[in-house]
């Protein structure tokens, strides 16, 4: 773990689904609130996760679409984690996910794809777990899917990089 900024994270990630995401007609948009804190974080294991939600949002986006990313700051009584907390929103355009799929989504090996293995979002659970933090998804059928996860502010000295 180190202390690190979470939006240089998400855009060092994105440099390396970008090209995927213009050869699939996907505008990414990224919005980042500040100021932001660092947090405390193995970056690799958070790239990880950026990169899992990426490749999915990409993934169900087969007509081309829309993958926004938000990071902003959020109050201890909003964030899923009751303490104050950075929260990451990943959106796409794409098909959504079935309400039946959803309570199953993060459990290893599940996937509806024929080409998943289903371990990407299970992996993501994990890391972001790890991290003391929680994910979750809200998804409309035909619509798209915003993935979120809350990872705590360490409490005492705030440094905070803008």
Known sequence: MEK??????????LLLVRKLAKNSKIDVIT???EPIPLLSIDRERIKQVFLNLFLNAIQAMDKGGTLSVKIFRVKAEDSMIAKDSVRTMIS????GIDPEDLPYIFDPFFSRRS????LGLAIAHNIITEHKGRINVVSIPGEGSTFYFDIPIDQGEEIIKT
Not at 4 to 11: D, F, H, K, N
Not at 92 to 95: C, L, N, P, Q, S
Not at 115 to 118: F, R
């Open 115 to 118: 080409s998943g293995c289903g």
């Open 92 to 95: 796409d355009t794409g098909r």
């Open 4 to 13: 690190a900024y979470l939006p240089s994270v998400m855009a060092d990630t």
């Open 31 to 33: 919005e980042v609130e």
